[in-house]
């Protein structure tokens, strides 16, 4: 397991009238960590679309435990998984100073021409699967 | 495919506008914009029969889940149904189920998903018991057992 680390800061306008970051901005939050992960491993998120590999999200879960607010800077922690012949998993988890602040499960599948696929060789090598 | 029938178990449905920039470089709506949908149906389904003062209560989010069933593309005209699942002292469950109507009239469920809300009391920043009045509001709406 090769853990991703991104830091990252709240920006003043992902908080909503409750003071808090609005619960769906935590998925761009995520999606940004993951494609990251797949730059850091030589895949290109926008490349692989152009070369008609799409990887998509199947499921996500999150699991909200405290509140972000405006300023503050946290890291997110990714890793990938592999379920099975077709699912990619990946754990991801915000944390500020060490406390977390959710946690999220999020279920991959790579399509083409959308349709699923099973990943080719050379991604399954990039992410050491 | 999903069976359609399971939208009879949902009293409240409304229309949301996909926009331009909800779709992605794939052609979809992004992934990261169904909560937000989900956040919209539910503030027209409270608006639609609950009496909800924001100023003394608030609701935050404490898990979500979405299953992607098929993507949503461009065209595509989108219902969300909702529904209160599940009402415990301080928190309650609300599901979703997207319904897409295509170019071609096609009408299938693409999403299904739910989130587990928790009341707050603004002032104490703490979770509080769902008001008495609001808790019957929901039940008379949902036909849930109280």
Redesign the interface.
């Known amino acids: 397991m090769q853990l991703y680390t991104l830091d990252f800061e709240v920006r003043d306008y992902e908080c909503d ?2 003071g ?1 970051v ?3 901005v935590y ?2 939050y995520y ?1 940004h960590a993951r494609h990251k992960l797949l730059k850091q491993r030589g895949l290109d ?2 490349r692989l ?1 152009l070369e008609n590999i ?1 990887p ?9 435990k405290r ?1 972000l607010k405006s300023g503050d800077q946290f890291s997110i922690e990714s890793y990938i998984e592999r379920e099975g012949n077709l699912k990619f998993l990946f754990f991801q988890c915000i944390k500020k100073n060490d406390a977390i602040i959710n946690k999220a499960k999020v279920t991959v599948v790579f399509t083409s021409q ?1 349709k699923p696929i099973a990943a080719p060789q050379n991604i399954l090598e990039a992410l050491g699967l | 495919m999903e069976n359609l029938e399971i939208l009879a178990e949902f009293n409240f449905k409304t229309h949301i506008e996909i926009r331009f920039s909800d779709f992605d470089l794939q052609g979809h709506v992004n992934n990261a914009l169904y909560l937000t949908y989900f956040e919209q149906a539910r503030i027209k389904y409270w608006q639609h029969f609950l009496e909800w003062d924001w100023t003394i209560y608030g609701i935050v989010v404490a898990k979500a889940e979405v299953n992607y069933i098929t993507p949503l593309l461009m065209g595509d005209k989108i219902e969300v149904h909702v529904r209160t699942s599940k009402l415990n002292n301080t928190s309650f469950q609300l599901d979703y189920i997207i319904v897409s109507t295509n170019e071609e009239g096609k009408t299938t469920i693409t999403t299904k998903g739910s989130t587990l809300l928790v009341v707050i009391d603004i002032q104490k920043q703490k979770p509080v018991a769902i008001p008495q009045l609001q808790r019957n509001q929901i039940i008379n709406f949902d036909k849930l057992e109280a």
């Open positions: 009238l409750q808090i609005n619960n769906a998925q761009n999606e998120f926008a679309h799409d998509v999200v199947y499921r996500i879960e999150i699991d909200f509140p959308g």
